[in-house]
């Protein structure tokens, strides 16, 4: 049976993350792999609803790391676990990488909680052995005023893509975090290139692992 894949796609709002997904998606379905798409906070209707009030209701950085854990409890157990067993290759729109990056370093929380936390929920015994971590996580590294002069004049922004520029750079600090502790686990992008530059980047980088003719 093939072997599922989860990957994980990371960084600051901005960054163009989200336009690559679905390219990636295309590439794996062309290789022969079943792909299944989702998005954090989010994923199952559950999270979804948590979704709507993480990104829009004013709470405390602690009630906001509890949504945030609470919808991925419910999107690892929902569909991210039972895609993997089936072999498929899971993408997925932010992961824990982001909490820590947003409530961590963003809101300032305690990052031993959200390391507690993260033991705790992504640790399925029932569906698989020890913490569930994504098998890759492609982070879109790009300057936050960079960021904050491509969403000037988007849709309306949630409150997080609303917040300063400072805040954007602590987050940044986080991503950055995140990545000198697990270096294995990344693959850092220069999103601040052309999107044909950073796509050829994101293709490489599954070419490096043998994930991708």
């Not at 004013?58 to 919808?71: C, H, K, N, R, Y």
């Not at 507690?116 to 005023?145: C, I, K, M, S, Y």
């Not at 994101?202 to 692992?209: E, G, S, W, Y």
Request: charged letters at 25%; glycine letters at 8%; one cysteine or more.
């Amino acid at each position: 049976m093939t072997t599922g894949l989860f990957i994980t796609f990371e960084g600051i709002d901005g960054a163009g993350k989200s336009s690559h997904i679905d390219g990636l998606a295309q590439a794996f379905r062309e290789a022969g792999r079943t792909v299944t798409l989702s998005r954090e906070p989010g994923g199952t209707p559950l999270a979804e609803r948590l979704r709507t009030l993480a990104l829009n209701e004013p709470m405390d950085a602690l009630t906001e790391a509890l949504l945030m854990f609470a919808a991925r409890r419910d999107h690892l157990l929902q569909v991210i676990e039972p895609a993997l067993a089936r072999g498929d290759v899971v993408l997925c729109d932010r992961f824990t990488d982001a909490t820590f990056a947003y409530q961590g370093h963003g809101r300032g929380f305690d990052l031993d909680v959200l390391a507690q936390l993260e033991r705790w929920v992504q640790t399925v015994p029932t569906l698989a052995p020890g913490l569930r971590q994504p098998d890759l996580t492609v982070w879109f590294d790009l300057a936050p005023e960079i960021a904050a002069q491509r969403l000037a004049g988007a849709r309306v922004p949630d409150k997080f893509e609303a917040q300063p520029v400072e805040f954007f750079r602590r987050v940044a600090a986080g991503y950055a975090a995140r990545f000198e502790a697990d270096r294995g686990r990344f693959a850092r992008i220069e999103a601040g290139q052309t999107r044909e530059a950073v796509w050829s980047d994101v293709l490489q980088a599954l070419r490096a692992r043998d994930w991708l003719a």
